[in-house]
């Protein structure tokens, strides 16, 4: 069952821009009940932009969202106010994303004033629960984000995302500010998080470890564009853009390291091309038919999508 259905989705935060600069641009995706769904692609591809459109953070310039079956396309803010609670997001860069004058009480006090109407009393009780399932305890409810580490924010902000007891998060590079053993331990507390609540996440990340880790299914964002979903991000990405991506992580074992790959072609300009395929200018593949044709998003194997016209030769 999908919770989530994106279609023909745009977004261009400069209208008027010539040639039109898309940060979202033709996005198709369902996200399904219950599932991690991964989010990857170079830094200013799209990615938390796509993220905040799908809350109506954002505003699409064209395409629709669909949430539990409901169109919210053309949701205001204030009819989304009943919807948000069911969908939360947390936050890139644990440094920004609170108000540095604000104690972590104040910030898990606003989402629960705005939506709960219980007692003081048990508005305590709900946040100290919160910051118990997050491996904090309620001795911070009193510090400002500069008195905690980032692990400790970044577990602040789960929680802020978590209290009102969402369906549907966002996690926008949840693993990013955090070091390898503060990582591991988010990872597994999403994971417990998502099943105690039954909850459905898109991760985002540049971290394919990660995202390997705890993903079902991976979408991969190029230029505004997604260009595959994979299954499974180990059973072969079938479009270049993603294998460049997957080769450039690093294996763990030195000797496999490919230092002098050439992944993609160098290219300073990052504009969509006028036509064909989005990815043309740094493919090393690129064909004629590559310039002239925008290849169709398509099914390639069971769940596999991808947007390239030669990915069944490679
Ligand atoms: N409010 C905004 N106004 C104008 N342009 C914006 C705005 N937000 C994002 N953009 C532009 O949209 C593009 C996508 O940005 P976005 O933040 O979604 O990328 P990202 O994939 O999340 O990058 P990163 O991995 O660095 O977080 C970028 O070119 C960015 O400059
Ligand atoms: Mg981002």
Do not use: W
């Not at 629709?64 to 989304?80: K, Q």
């Not at 763990?252 to 990052?270: G, I, S, Y």
């Not at 769940?303 to 030669?310: D, I």
Request: with cysteine; glycine share 6%.
């Amino acid at each position: 069952m999908e919770l989530i259905e994106i279609k023909n989705l745009y977004k261009n935060f400069r209208p008027k821009a010539k040639p039109v600069v898309y940060s979202v641009r033709n996005v198709n995706l369902t996200i399904r009940r219950g599932e991690i769904l991964g989010l990857v692609g170079e830094s200013g591809c799209g990615k938390s932009t796509l993220g905040k459109l799908i809350l109506k953070l954002e505003q699409p310039t064209k395409g629709s969202l669909i949430f539990d079956g409901e169109d919210i396309t053309g949701c205001s803010f204030n009819e989304m106010r009943p919807r948000r609670r069911r969908m939360q997001m947390v936050f890139q860069g644990s440094s920004q994303a609170f108000n540095p004058s604000y104690t972590l009480r104040q910030i898990l006090r606003e989402p629960l004033d705005n939506y709960y109407d219980e007692s003081d009393d048990e508005k305590e009780k709900l946040m100290a629960d919160m910051l118990r399932k997050v491996g904090l305890d309620e001795t911070y409810l009193t510090r400002y984000p500069h008195e905690m580490s980032g692990g400790q924010r970044q577990r602040g902000g789960i929680a802020r995302a978590l209290i009102l007891q969402p369906e549907f998060i966002v996690c926008d590079e949840a693993v990013s500010s955090v070091d390898f053993a503060v990582k591991n331990k988010i990872l597994e507390l999403l994971i417990s998080l998502k099943n105690d609540f039954s909850l459905t996440y898109l991760f985002i990340s540049h971290d394919i470890a990660a995202v390997n880790r705890i993903c079902d299914r991976t979408a991969v964002m190029y230029l505004g564009n997604i260009v595959e979903i994979l299954p499974d991000i180990n059973s072969g990405a079938l479009h270049p853009y993603t294998r460049a991506l997957l080769a450039a992580t690093l294996p763990v074992n030195p000797r496999e390291r490919k230092d002098d790959l050439v992944l993609f072609r160098e290219d300073e300009d990052m504009s969509i091309p006028e036509r064909g395929c989005v990815f043309q200018n740094r493919c090393l593949y690129t064909k004629p038919l590559c310039q002239k044709e925008s290849p169709l998003f398509e099914q390639k194997t069971d769940g596999h999508f991808a947007a390239c016209h030669y990915c069944d030769q490679k």
